[in-house]
């Protein structure tokens, strides 16, 4: 089946700081998304990216499906970005999804 | 988040006992997924639907057994519980209909099999 990795594991930044999270998958794609886990538990989506880049506010994301990753940018890091970022593929022609391991983020203030 | 909702939030119960676990949207959304994430392993696929009784395997389906009669629920059940099927388990719903495949999910249950 597809692999999915990201890297780096573990991550603690300065409150401010910005950073660069990433995933690489083993396999063609048709989706792929960006969550993040807060501390409490609750996934929330935060990009649907297959290719290109999107943006929302302080957060960013690249996809290149061609050479099989996409990046997660946090600019200006904030202590509620804390938690866990798990990006998640679906193999083209497929609809099961398989998540990474996730990064967990920790920003102190 | 997105009409979603998971019942019970918690349970505590013996092994080889029946367990259903409840996911309920109010989003209309076409699939729905469960997920169990468990330490060192991230969430993984259990089972999803792709519309009214079309289910379909995911990576850790055996033990597991899921059942969508209506739009807006989708069941898990645990025919006979094991301690290893301990872990949060997780709904999520896609597809509005408008080509939007975002995965939104729910609060999570937490079981525990003692």
């Known amino acids: 089946g597809i692999q999915v990795e990201q890297s780096p594991p573990d991550l603690i930044l300065q409150e401010g700081a910005n950073s660069t999270l990433r995933c690489n998958f083993s396999d063609s794609v048709n989706n792929l998304q960006w969550f993040h886990q807060n501390p409490w538990g609750q996934l929330i989506n935060l990009f649907y990216?297959?290719?290109g880049t999107k943006q929302n506010g302080r957060l960013s994301a690249t996809t290149v499906a061609t050479e099989r990753y996409s990046l997660l940018y946090i600019s200006s890091s904030q202590t509620t970005d804390s938690g866990v970022y798990f990006c998640a593929v679906e193999r083209s022609g497929g609809f099961k999804t398989i998540f990474g391991a996730g990064t967990r983020l920790f920003v102190k203030a | 988040d997105a009409g979603i909702t998971q019942s019970p939030r918690h349970k505590v119960t013996e092994t080889g006992t029946p367990v259903t676990l409840r996911c309920h949207q109010t989003e209309n959304h076409r699939y729905m997924y469960w997920y169990r994430q468990d330490p060192g392993h991230g969430l993984r696929l259990i089972h999803y639907s792709y519309g009214v009784k079309d289910t379909d395997k995911g990576e850790v389906s055996d033990g597991y057994s899921v059942s969508r009669s209506k739009t807006e629920d989708f069941l898990l059940t645990l025919e006979s519980a094991t301690s290893s099927q301990t872990s949060v388990y997780f709904c999520a719903i896609s597809d509005d209909g408008t080509g939007a495949y975002e995965q939104y999910f729910g609060p999570g249950t937490r079981l525990t099999v003692t």
């Open positions: 990216i297959p290719s």
